[in-house]
């Protein structure tokens, strides 16, 4: 090979480095294409961490990561709890003496007994499911959630976020 041919080919090697073999995403995330799991109504106006993750649960159904879907609706739903209990004034009785948060078991156990409100039954009901399918994608090893694993909870999962938001008085 020539000089001229090696730098030639040294030039291309630096050209090829310097380009991203794919193209990343932003920083901050893509918007999801559709609202399939929470229509975005819902959140919209809330705060805008919840609206972050509202999307990332819309964006990961639409890929079919389930799993990360499961799991986003997990960490939405003990986010709302948290803020719905900051809200009312009553945040101590869902800490430790720490001031760390309790599980989520925890949590959903002290919402649903919690007398300050008055939850309708569908949220009553919904809560245990939501939380069940999050634990399963989140700690159990041989889990593999599906798409009708988060179909079965679409229901549930809207009843139930769009009563914590107004009791969180986040609308």
């Known amino acids: 090979m020539t000089e001229l041919g090696k730098t030639a080919l040294g030039i291309a ?3 090829q480095d310097g380009v991203p073999r ?6 901050e995330g893509l918007a999801s294409e559709s609202q399939q799991v929470i229509p975005f109504s819902v959140i919209r106006d809330t705060r805008g961490y919840l609206e972050k993750v509202t999307n990332q649960i819309n964006g990961s159904y639409e890929h079919g ?3 990360a879907c499961a799991v986003m609706v997990r960490r939405l739903v003990e986010t ?9 004034g009553i945040a101590h009785k869902i800490q430790d003496p720490n001031g760390d948060f309790l599980s989520l078991k925890d949590l959903v156990s002290l919402t649903l007994n919690e007398t ?8 009553k009901q919904g809560l245990p499911k ?4 999050g634990d ?5 090893r041989r889990y593999i959630a599906h ?17 914590l938001v107004y009791l969180a008085g986040l609308k």
């Open 13 to 15: 090697k630096r050209i």
């Open 130 to 133: 939501l939380k069940s399918v």
């Open 22 to 27: 794919r193209r990343m995403p932003p920083d």
């Open 116 to 123: 300050t409100w008055n939850l309708t039954r569908n949220t």
């Open 80 to 88: 709302l709890i948290i803020e719905t209990f900051e809200h009312h």
């Open 65 to 67: 990561w389930f799993d």
């Open 147 to 163: 798409r009708r694993d988060i179909d079965k909870i679409i229901d549930d999962l809207r009843v139930v976020v769009q009563e």
């Open 136 to 140: 399963l994608s989140a700690h159990s």
